[in-house]
T-cell receptor, first 111, second 114 residues
Framework: KNQVEQSPQSLIILEGKNCTLQCNYTVSPFSNLRWYKQDTGRGPVSLTIMTFSENTKSNGRYTATLDADTKQSSLHITASQLSDSASYICVVRGDTDKLIFGTGTRLQVFP | AAGVIQSPRHLIKEKRETATLKCYPIPRHDTVYWYQQGPGQDPQFLISFYEKMQSDKGSIPDRFSAQQFSDYHSELNMSSLELGDSALYFC?????????????FGEGSWLTVV
């Protein structure tokens, strides 16, 4: 069982709409949680990084939340743009250098 | 701003050959990570280096070796290549083992083994 599960697996929205992506993890011990955006065949691009004590962090139209008690995180995208079409990956770091990647959510934004 | 530079971007090798991938981290970053991403799969952690010493080791085959040099660039050497080694290899870098810091990924090196 993957230690980082994301939902939905895929999502289609219209340009200008908001959406929220979910991430549940079981990684323990927990160091931090990151959200990355990855275009097909390209390197992941960091959106946010949150540690145990942080509940919310924003980066432009991206807002991430973290509930370390329930081991859940969400990524909210506001006023979506066509360029937001990509895979969004929740990545959790434990007590080693290894990043544990989630299953990803494939987002498609249509005009 | 400078990013993580990987070379070559594309590489085609035959089975049992050897390949070397290079990674140049963002200036002043002291930590380098290597990941392997097969088609439709999540990136798998291979190995990491901090201050030129191996920091952590993941699912790196014995046929692979890597090192970080004095200028902090890193090389991943892959020998006796197998068809299953065909994948996108990412290098990433960060400051101070990425503890609380952003880890930046390169664009990846596509390895195709035929």
């Amino acid at each position: 069982k993957n230690q980082v599960e994301q939902s939905p697996q895929s999502l289609i929205i219209l340009e200008g709409k908001n959406c929220t992506l979910q991430c549940n993890y079981t990684v323990s011990p927990f160091s931090n949680l990151r959200w990355y955006k990855q275009d097909t065949g390209r390197g992941p691009v960091s959106l946010t990084i949150m540690t145990f004590s942080e509940n919310t962090k924003s980066n432009g139209r991206y807002t991430a939340t973290l509930d370390a008690d329930t081991k859940q995180s969400s990524l909210h995208i506001t006023a979506s743009q066509l360029s937001d079409s990509a895979s969004y990956i929740c990545v959790v770091r434990g007590d080693t250098d290894k990043l544990i990647f989630g299953t990803g959510t494939r987002l498609q934004v249509f005009p | 701003a400078a990013g993580v530079i990987q070379s070559p971007r594309h590489l085609i090798k035959e089975k049992r050959e050897t390949a070397t991938l290079k990674c140049y981290p963002i200036p002043r970053h002291d930590t380098v990570y290597w990941y392997q991403q097969g088609p439709g799969q999540d990136p798998q952690f291979l190995i990491s280096f901090y201050e030129k010493m191996q920091s952590d080791k993941g699912s790196i085959p014995d046929r692979f070796s890597a090192q970080q040099f004095s200028d902090y660039h890193s090389e991943l050497n892959m020998s006796s290549l197998e068809l299953g080694d065909s994948a996108l290899y990412f290098c990433a870098s960060s400051w101070d083992r990425g503890l609380g810091n952003t880890i930046y990924f390169g664009e990846g090196s596509w390895l195709t083994v035929v």
